[in-house]
């Protein structure tokens, strides 16, 4: 798979389908192309009959060409800015030249033209520093979208996941594809870190588990404050989205919240790649959110806490399903 079909396959997962919410600003939109730049590419249908094929060329010609994604050097960096611009056209160029003026002393202009100079100086600077500037100016563009326009305040956490999304799928972006002896796993950095108040009974099994799990796996969730468990009791009632718990993190807590003994209890997990003949292979998201991986990563998680005598409970066995879900008892 070459550089931009992984960057449509990731963005196509990221957009979704069809969609015609009212409150959206881009009215009719199908696998991320608003109508409007549909028209402009010549199609005459019905955007619920939109081709992923038709979708596909106006990602290439108008984004990734468009933009000289092409000639950008670091795959990771290429796909940011492509995901920006697709959710919200040249700003995601421009903010690639503020970040790249904050960075160093290239003294871009910030016209959203990805230009000879602009090329040069992105494809000198260090890829994860730009990164990390680069979604940090995502995340304001998106929260001042909302202070400019309350009616896009729906919109938010939605967006802001969008970059956490991201950086989450580049961090696994260089383990793909490499070769390994050993069928051993070991978490990044940002497992770790969401590991970082988490009691260190639950730590203990999980970096046990790591190692010789049946399929990689990264922590997606660990200690919650009560406005982040607040927030997420939000989705499915007053914020789009199903329901994903029944504690609200104040009458009702989450074993995520921090306790009396300064620990969360609880941790969420997310299956990512499997080593296979040797090679590391990421999973693409349909691939990662399965029942069976995560039963086979349970059994074994709880096989681990057992041979250390720590009494941990899968989510799982629970009545209201939480596949992902791993807490102290």
């Given at each position: 798979?070459?550089?931009?079909?992984?960057?449509?396959?990731?963005?196509?997962?990221?957009?979704?389908?069809?969609?015609?919410?009212?409150?959206?600003?881009?009215?009719?939109?199908?696998?991320?192309?608003?109508?409007?730049?549909?028209?402009?590419?010549?199609?005459?249908?019905?955007?619920?009959?939109?081709?992923?094929?038709?979708?596909?060329?106006?990602?290439?010609?108008?984004?990734?060409?468009?933009?000289?994604l092409d000639?950008?050097?670091?795959?990771?960096?290429?796909?940011?800015?492509?995901?920006?611009?697709?959710?919200?056209?040249?700003?995601?160029?421009?903010?690639?030249?503020?970040?790249?003026?904050?960075?160093?002393?290239?003294?871009?202009?910030?016209?959203?033209?990805?230009?000879?100079?602009?090329?040069?100086?992105?494809?000198?600077?260090?890829?994860?520093?730009?990164?990390?500037?680069?979604?940090?100016?995502?995340?304001?563009?998106?929260?001042?979208?909302?202070?400019?326009?309350?009616?896009?305040?729906?919109?938010?956490?939605?967006?802001?996941?969008?970059?956490?999304?991201?950086?989450?799928?580049?961090?696994?972006?260089?383990?793909?594809?490499?070769?390994?002896?050993?069928?051993?796993?070991?978490?990044?950095?940002s497992s770790?870190?969401?590991?970082?108040?988490?009691?260190?009974?639950?730590?203990?099994?999980?970096?046990?588990?790591?190692?010789?799990?049946?399929?990689?796996?990264?922590?997606?969730?660990?200690?919650?404050?009560?406005?982040?468990?607040?927030?997420?009791?939000?989705?499915?009632?007053?914020?789009?989205?199903?329901?994903?718990?029944?504690?609200?993190?104040?009458?009702?807590?989450?074993?995520?919240?921090?306790?009396?003994?300064?620990?969360?209890?609880a941790v969420?997990?997310?299956?990512?790649?499997?080593?296979?003949?040797?090679?590391?292979?990421?999973?693409?998201?349909?691939?990662?959110?399965?029942?069976?991986?995560?039963?086979?990563?349970?059994?074994?998680?709880?096989?681990?806490?057992?041979?250390?005598?720590?009494?941990?409970?899968?989510?799982?066995?629970?009545?209201?399903?939480?596949?992902?879900?791993?807490?102290?008892?």
């Open positions: 798979m070459n550089r931009f079909e992984k960057i449509f396959d990731y963005l196509l997962k990221v957009e979704g389908g069809y969609s015609n919410d009212k409150n959206d600003k881009g009215g009719k939109t199908k696998y991320g192309i608003i109508e409007e730049e549909a028209r402009d590419f010549g199609y005459k249908g019905d955007m619920q009959d939109l081709t992923i094929d038709f979708a596909k060329n106006i990602y290439l010609k108008k984004y990734y060409l468009g933009n000289k000639k950008v050097v670091n795959d990771k960096v290429a796909l940011s800015i492509c995901d920006w611009a697709v959710n919200s056209g040249r700003n995601g160029t421009k903010n690639a030249q503020i970040a790249i003026n904050q960075l160093t002393n290239a003294n871009l202009d910030v016209d959203g033209i990805i230009g000879n100079k602009t090329l040069e100086a992105l494809n000198a600077a260090d890829p994860e520093k730009f990164l990390e500037v680069y979604h940090n100016l995502q995340r304001i563009y998106y929260k001042g979208k909302v202070e400019a326009d309350r009616t896009q305040e729906r919109f938010l956490t939605g967006w802001l996941n969008r970059v956490q999304r991201k950086e989450e799928y580049l961090k696994d972006w260089d383990k793909e594809n490499t070769v390994t002896e050993n069928k051993k796993y070991s978490f990044a950095q770790l870190d969401k590991m970082e108040k988490v009691h260190p009974k639950l730590v203990e099994v999980m970096k046990t588990a790591i190692t010789d799990s049946p399929y990689d796996f990264r922590i997606t969730d660990g200690a919650r404050t009560t406005e982040e468990q607040f927030a997420l009791y939000q989705i499915g009632r007053n914020k789009p989205g199903r329901i994903v718990t029944n504690c609200d993190g104040k009458k009702a807590k989450s074993n995520h919240q921090i306790k009396a003994d300064g620990y969360g209890h969420d997990i997310f299956p990512c790649g499997v080593i296979e003949n040797g090679v590391y292979r990421k999973f693409t998201s349909e691939e990662g959110y399965d029942e069976k991986k995560l039963k086979l990563i349970a059994n074994h998680i709880l096989a681990v806490a057992k041979s250390k005598n720590i009494n941990i409970e899968w989510g799982g066995n629970w009545k209201m399903n939480d596949t992902p879900h791993f807490e102290l008892k």
